[in-house]
Antibody, heavy 121, light 108 residues
Framework: EVHLVESGGGVVRPGGSLRLSCAASGFTFDDYGMNWVRQAPGKGLEWVSDINWDGTSTFYENSVKGRFTISRDNAKKLLYLQMNSLRAEDTALYYC??????????????WGQGTLVTVSS | DIQMTQSPSTLSASVGDRVTITCRASQSISTWLAWYQQKPGKAPRLLIYKASSLESGVPSRFSGSGSGTEFTLTISSLQPDDFATYYCQQYNTFSQSTFGQGTMVEIE
């Protein structure tokens, strides 16, 4: 069974940094592209970042470009999101999501339960 | 950037009703569109991809249609388990993706 478990969330001051992790199990991790998607409290979904199977190709939503870095460790089956220069508007539940295989583009067939990031002074 | 607009924002319906949610893209996205269902406190669930392809395990009362800029998600006979928020998502550009703002389906 596919499992994605996020960790690393917490409360951080504006301008601070945080690194999120997503532990994958139940599937061959390095066969899949992976993503981070966030949801501000009471709001809708927002795609944040995508990484291909081997980490050589990454994409970002415009508001996080230059501040966030997505990466992966296929040997450990871990996905990461390094978040720097955090802003109040980055406050959200951050989901790790798997790209559906054999489907072109970012279609998310499995999701974790999310880790909450709160940016507040 | 491609903007996605869903309508209505909230929909009140009864069990057994046929329900239709519309999603419009700010430019043509061919059929690069997915639909998700989200219940309170839960992660989203993929329902439909490529505008009309039903995800494995999703009941056949869910269907999707459309191409270009206008898309619909239809629930043929609303069930108690279907009361949730639904999101469309475009993935036309392989470097970016955007979601609609969501449609809450509530009990009338």
């Amino acid at each position: 069974e596919v499992h994605l478990v996020e960790s690393g969330g917490g409360v951080v001051r504006p301008g601070g940094s945080l690194r999120l992790s997503c532990a994958a199990s139940g599937f061959t991790f390095d066969d899949y592209g992976m993503n981070w998607v966030r949801q501000a409290p009471g709001k809708g979904l927002e795609w944040v970042s995508d990484i291909n199977w081997d980490g050589t190709s990454t994409f970002y939503e415009n508001s996080v470009k230059g501040r966030f870095t997505i990466s992966r460790d296929n040997a450990k089956k871990l996905l990461y999101l390094q978040m720097n220069s955090l802003r109040a508007e980055d406050t959200a539940l951050y989901y790790c999501a798997r790209n559906k295989r054999a489907v072109a583009g970012m279609v998310f067939d499995y999701w974790g339960q999310g880790t909450l990031v709160t940016v507040s002074s | 950037d491609i903007q996605m607009t869903q309508s209505p924002s909230t929909l009140s319906a009864s069990v057994g009703d046929r329900v239709t949610i519309t999603c419009r893209a700010s430019q043509s996205i061919s059929t690069w569109l997915a639909w998700y269902q989200q219940k309170p406190g839960k992660a989203p669930r993929l329902l439909i991809y490529k505008a009309s392809s039903l995800e494995s395990g999703v009941p056949s009362r869910f269907s999707g249609s459309g191409s270009g800029t206008e898309f619909t998600l239809t629930i043929s006979s609303l069930q108690p388990d279907d009361f949730a928020t639904y999101y469309c998502q475009q993935y036309n550009t392989f470097s970016q993706s955007t979601f609609g703002q969501g449609t809450m389906v509530e009990i009338e």
